[in-house]
C-alpha cells in the first residue's frame, strides 16, 4: 500500500509538473535563488542553474539525468551537448536537467563540482515536483563535464540531516553515469592539460592533481557507469575511458564501455555519423537492462 501510495504521488507529481509548462518549455532553476556560495558577482555566469526538461507525460519513467556539457572547464557547449542531449532523453521518456556549472576563468575547483552535487541534491530533493523516482537519478557529462560528472560519482555524501536546507539533506551521490568522451586522467600522458590547468590552476599541488584524476578515485561505491569514447580523439585520448572502464573493473563497479574505431572529440549525439549515432541506443539499452528505464 506504501509503494502503491508513493507512485500515486509520483504519478500525481508529473501531471502537475507538466500542466505547469507547455510541452517541450524548458524552466531555468537557480540552484542558490538566494546567491551561489563563493559567488564572484551577481552577473549571469555567477548564477548557476539547472534547465529543466521533464518528459511528456506519456512517455515519463521516472528516471532523470542531469546534464553537464563540456568546454574545457572554460565555458559549456550548451547546444549539442546540452539541449539536444535533454530532447534525446525526453524522447525515451527521461526528464533531462541541463547544469549551469561555474567555470574559470571565474571560477575554479571545487566550485565546479560545488555546482555538480548541488544539481544533483536539487533534483532528488524535488523529486515528487517534478515526477522523477529519487532512487534513479543519474549524471551525463561530455569532456570536461565528463570530469565534472565522474568527480561527483566519486566524490559524494549522504547529505547533512541536520541543514536547514532541505536541498542539503539530500544525499549527492548519483545512481548511475554517463560518460561521453570525458577527461578522466590529471596525471597520466593522457591528461587534457586544458582542462586541467582552468580547473586547477597553473600549478597546483600534487595532492589536488591526484585528488581529481578520476581513475585513482574509483570505490566499490561509485556507481554504476556507461562510456563512450572515440578512437581518433587527439584532444582527450580514449585511454581516459580506458582506465576509468579499468578501475571500476577492479572495484567491481558495473560498467560498460564503447571505444569506436574512428571519432574524434566533441560529436555529441553524432546525428550525422551513422556508426557513432549508434551509442544514444546503445545506452538507452543499458539503463533499460540496469533498471533506470523501467515500463
Known amino acids: 500500500m506504501v509503494c502503491n501510495a508513493w507512485w500515486?504521488?509520483?504519478a500525481l507529481g508529473a501531471l502537475l509538473a507538466a500542466a505547469s509548462a507547455e510541452?517541450?518549455?524548458p524552466r531555468v532553476e537557480l540552484l542558490w535563488p538566494e546567491g551561489a556560495p563563493g559567488a564572484a558577482g551577481a552577473e549571469e555566469a555567477d548564477k548557476p542553474s539547472l534547465t529543466v526538461?521533464?518528459?511528456p507525460a506519456d512517455k515519463a519513467n521516472g528516471a532523470a539525468v542531469v546534464i553537464?556539457?563540456?568546454g574545457g572547464?572554460?565555458?559549456?557547449?550548451?547546444?549539442?551537448?546540452?539541449?539536444?542531449?535533454?530532447?534525446w532523453l525526453n524522447s525515451n521518456g527521461v526528464a533531462g536537467f541541463m547544469l549551469k556549472y561555474r567555470h574559470a576563468p571565474r571560477y575554479r575547483h571545487p566550485i565546479p563540482l560545488q555546482d555538480a552535487q548541488r544539481a544533483i541534491r536539487t533534483v532528488r530533493s524535488r523529486a515528487k515536483d517534478w515526477g522523477v523516482?529519487?532512487?534513479?537519478i543519474g549524471i551525463l557529462g561530455f569532456s570536461a563535464g565528463g570530469h565534472l560528472a565522474s568527480t561527483v560519482g566519486t566524490k559524494f555524501d549522504e547529505g547533512?540531516?541536520?541543514a536547514t536546507d532541505p536541498i542539503d539533506r539530500a544525499s549527492c551521490r548519483p545512481d548511475f553515469m554517463v560518460l561521453v568522451y570525458p577527461v578522466i586522467s590529471f596525471t597520466t600522458k593522457y591528461a587534457h592539460a586544458g582542462s586541467r590547468a582552468n580547473l586547477l590552476g597553473k600549478n597546483p599541488a600534487p595532492e589536488l592533481v591526484e585528488g581529481l584524476s578520476s581513475e585513482k578515485q574509483v570505490t566499490a561505491k561509485t556507481p554504476p557507469t556507461f562510456l563512450i569514447h572515440g578512437g581518433a580523439d587527439t584532444g582527450v585520448p580514449p585511454e581516459n575511458s580506458v582506465l576509468f572502464y579499468m578501475a571500476l573493473r577492479e572495484a567491481k563497479v558495473p560498467a560498460e564501455l564503447h571505444l569506436y574505431e574512428k571519432g574524434g572529440h566533441g560529436f555529441g549525439l553524432a546525428p550525422g555519423d551513422p556508426v557513432?549515432?549508434?551509442?544514444?541506443?546503445r545506452c538507452i539499452e543499458w539503463m533499460r537492462a540496469r533498471g533506470i528505464i523501467k515500463p
Not at 547546444?79 to 539536444?84: A, I, L, N, S, W
Not at 523516482?133 to 534513479?136: G, K, L, N, S
Request: charged share 20%; proline share 10%.
Open 8 to 10: 500515486g504521488l509520483l
Open 160 to 162: 547533512n540531516p541536520d
Open 133 to 136: 523516482d529519487p532512487a534513479r
Open 23 to 25: 510541452a517541450g518549455e
Open 73 to 87: 572547464y572554460g565555458g559549456l557547449a550548451i547546444g549539442h551537448e546540452g539541449k539536444d542531449v535533454a530532447a
Open 53 to 55: 526538461w521533464l518528459a
Open 68 to 70: 553537464c556539457p563540456g
Open 276 to 281: 557513432l549515432s549508434t551509442w544514444p541506443a
